[in-house]
């Protein structure tokens, strides 16, 4: 029930203007009443103002503490163990503070979006390790969100496939060894194929037309690959 008035009263107005306003009246109020040789009554009424005075600004500040949220955030790793040395953001923004056992995201009532949805992304860039979350912000003001971990496969290699005069080669077969996805290069012998790696992550490719043979090892995801085809 008072967290409801506090509610209520933190939107009367200003709630600065209403506690000094507040103040003024009383000390009036109190002045008026001693005159009079009514110490008591001017003692409550001048309290009274005051407690009605004060409520607006100390819902004010009430709601502000009370309508942060505070995620907290455990990363585990492939293995299910938890993991300390993530990069963390989330799709509001906001910086992660470490805390013991994870992390904690501070959300503000004034950045909390319209529908409460939150996703939280956790990142091992040297391992090449991805996860997300989501979670809805409702009644709970203490939720706390578990990223699990996986091995990040979301790059792809492009490049083009030359002969030996530099001359695009259509129709080259380009593959991923231990993989079944196989590019087809075009009339200017470019293509496009899943890396099964995370940027920068090291993979072998190989292309084939015919008799011709080419292979590299190239980082995924980065520069365009240039794969010259030889005669075996």
Do not use: C
Request: aromatic share 6%; proline share 6%.
């Amino acid at each position: 029930m008072w967290e409801q008035a506090l509610k209520i009263a933190s939107h009367i107005t200003h709630p600065v203007t209403v506690a000094a306003f507040a103040l003024v009246f009383a000390a009036f109020t109190f002045g008026l009443a001693l005159r009079a040789k009514r110490p008591l009554i001017a003692a409550i009424l001048a309290g009274g103002i005051i407690i009605l005075g004060l409520a607006p600004l100390a819902a004010s500040t009430f709601q502000a503490t009370r309508g942060v949220y505070r995620v907290r955030v455990v990363v585990l790793g492939a293995d299910g163990s938890p993991v300390d040395d993530a990069q963390l953001t989330s799709s509001i923004g906001g910086e992660p503070k470490k805390v013991q056992g994870g992390w904690e995201f501070d959300v503000p009532p004034q950045i909390r979006p319209g529908d409460g949805k939150v996703t939280l992304f956790a990142s091992v860039k040297n391992a090449f390790l991805t996860g997300s979350s989501t979670l809805v912000l409702a009644g709970d003001y203490y939720p706390t969100a578990t990223i699990q971990l996986t091995s990040d496969i979301s790059a792809k290699i492009r490049g083009v496939v030359l002969d030996e005069q530099s001359r695009p080669v259509a129709g080259a077969q380009v593959s991923i060894p231990g993989y079944a996805d196989v590019a087809v290069t075009d009339n200017m012998g470019n293509f496009v194929l899943p890396a099964h790696a995370a940027d920068g992550q090291i993979v072998s490719v190989r292309a084939q037309k015919g008799q011709l043979f080419g292979s590299a090892s190239v980082p995924a995801g980065k520069i365009p690959l240039e794969l010259m085809l030889r005669r075996q």
